[in-house]
């Protein structure tokens, strides 16, 4: 992916691109405490939830988490349910409103 001219860090004149993995952010940990405790997530729901919040799919989570789709499919079922939403796009909204709150 280009970036346009005059945008991004550059190192020694060549565009980069920065990715952060949202997972090791701090204020990241502390919202999902947060929701966690809220919620009543369990520490694996946890862990789903933050590999979530970082981007991947169903097969990036199983594979990160050497577990089954089948298994990420089960937990994210529970964080929805326990999270009154109904989907992914529901469950950012929620998440992110405990990042402004």
């Known amino acids: 992916m280009e970036l346009p001219a005059g945008r991004g860090p550059t190192l020694d004149g060549a565009r980069t691109i920065?990715?952060?993995n949202w997972h090791d952010c701090p204020f990241v940990a502390d919202?999902?405490?947060r929701f966690a405790e809220e919620y009543g997530l369990?520490?694996?729901?946890?862990?789903?939830?933050?590999?979530?919040v970082?981007?991947?799919d169903v097969?990036?989570?199983a594979e990160a988490l050497v577990i089954s789709t089948g298994t990420v499919?089960?937990?994210?079922h529970g964080?929805?349910?326990k999270?009154?939403?109904?989907?992914r796009v529901e469950l950012m909204r929620a998440y992110g409103a405990f990042g402004r709150g």
């Open 18 to 20: 920065i990715v952060c």
């Open 31 to 33: 919202v999902t405490s």
């Open 42 to 52: 369990t520490a694996r729901e946890c862990d789903v939830l933050e590999l979530v």
């Open 54 to 56: 970082d981007g991947l």
């Open 59 to 61: 097969a990036g989570i």
């Open 73 to 76: 499919k089960a937990h994210l």
């Open 79 to 81: 964080i929805y349910k």
């Open 83 to 87: 999270g009154g939403v109904s989907g």
